[in-house]
Antibody
Framework: EVQLLQSGAGLVQPGGSLRLSCAASGFTFSNYAMTWVRQAPGKGLEWVST????????YYTDSVKGRFTISRDNSKNTLYLQMNSLRDEDTAVYYC???????????????WGQGTLVTVSS | DIQMTQSPSSLSASVGDRVTITCRAS??????LNWYHQKPGKAPKLLIY???SLQSGVPSRFSGSGSGTDFTLTISSLQPEDFATYYC?????????FGQGTKVEIK
């Protein structure tokens, strides 16, 4: 059974930093690109970032480029999202998600973590 | 970016009703359209992929149709556990984009 267990939620001041983690099990982690999706309070879903299975290729939505870094440790089956220079508008529940195929251009997410709340506020 | 527009934004229905939600893409996405639902405080769950394929374990009362720019999700007989928010998502090109959601409420 695929499991994605997230950690790292927290309250941070504007301009601060936070790192989210997503521990994966039940599938060959290194074979799959992985994605972060966020959801602001009361709002819809927004794709944030994707990393290839090897970690060599990364992709970001424009609003987080230069501030967020996606990474992975395939030896630990863990995905990360390092968030720096956080803004009020980054407040959201962040989900890690696994696609249904192994290509980096697989955008159908068939498994999701439980979500972690990031609150940016002074 | 491809814009996804759902209608309606919300609807009220009774158990046993047939419910239809539509999703329109700002350009052709072939059949690269997924449907998810999300219950309050929970992660989204994949229901339908490539417009009409039922995800494993999803009840057969859910069905999807469409291609190009216009798509439909149908729930043939609404059950109590189906009251949730439904999102469409295009998987045709990066960035993958979602519709704004359709909240299905109890009448």
């Amino acid at each position: 059974e695929v499991q994605l267990l997230q950690s790292g939620a927290g309250l941070v001041q504007p301009g601060g930093s936070l790192r989210l983690s997503c521990a994966a099990s039940g599938f060959t982690f290194s074979n799959y690109a992985m994605t972060w999706v966020r959801q602001a309070p009361g709002k819809g879903l927004e794709w944030v970032s994707t990393i290839s299975g090897s970690g060599d290729s990364t992709y970001y939505t424009d609003s987080v480029k230069g501030r967020f870094t996606i990474s992975r440790d395939n030896s630990k089956n863990t995905l990360y999202l390092q968030m720096n220079s956080l803004r009020d508008e980054d407040t959201a529940v962040y989900y890690c998600a696994k696609p249904d195929c192994t290509s980096t251009s697989c955008y159908t997410q068939d498994s999701w973590g439980q979500g972690t709340l990031v609150t940016v506020s002074s | 970016d491809i814009q996804m527009t759902q209608s309606p934004s919300s609807l009220s229905a009774s158990v046993g009703d047939r419910v239809t939600i539509t999703c329109r893409a700002s350009q052709s996405i072939s059949s690269y359209l997924n449907w998810y639902h999300q219950k309050p405080g929970k992660a989204p769950k994949l229901l339908i992929y490539t417009a009409s394929s039922l995800q494993s374990g999803v009840p057969s009362r859910f069905s999807g149709s469409g291609s190009g720019t216009d798509f439909t999700l149908t729930i043939s007989s609404l059950q109590p556990e189906d009251f949730a928010t439904y999102y469409c998502q295009q998987s045709y090109s990066s960035p993958p984009t979602f519709g704004q959601g359709t909240k299905v409420e109890i009448k």
